[in-house]
């Protein structure tokens, strides 16, 4: 849960989704530090849950970033571990966005 600690912190602090993750993609010893090992789908799922929150711009970024990290950094059993996690709570999600249906479709 550390990672997930510090991808939310990172953003809080006024970083981008794009950012935080190109950062994490791109510096392969965080991600092993952070001992990310069979979680990487969470990765996905913080980031566009993070990114509902944003503007449109920053939803199509980190659903770009996503499409552009398949298969260097997510598997297809990642993804959808990540979208089937994301669908199995979307009454609580909608709560806070309302438009969250729209928005995830958005992603795939």
Do not use: W
Not at 16 to 22: G, P, R
Not at 29 to 39: A, C, K, R, T, V
Not at 75 to 101: G, K, M, Y
């Amino acid at each position: 849960m550390q990672y997930l600690r510090l991808a939310a912190d990172l953003l809080n602090d006024g970083s981008s989704v794009h950012d935080v993750c190109l950062s994490a993609y791109n510096d392969q010893d965080l991600l092993s530090e952070l001992n990310i090992g069979p979680n990487k789908h969470r990765i996905a799922r913080l980031a566009i849950m993070l990114a509902m929150d944003r503007h449109n711009a920053q939803r199509e970024l980190t659903s770009r970033l996503i499409s552009d990290l398949y298969r260097t950094v997510f598997s297809s059993s990642d993804i959808a571990l990540c979208f089937s996690e994301l669908l199995s709570s979307i009454d609580d999600i909608v709560l806070d966005t309302p438009d969250a249906h729209n928005v995830i479709a958005s992603c795939t």
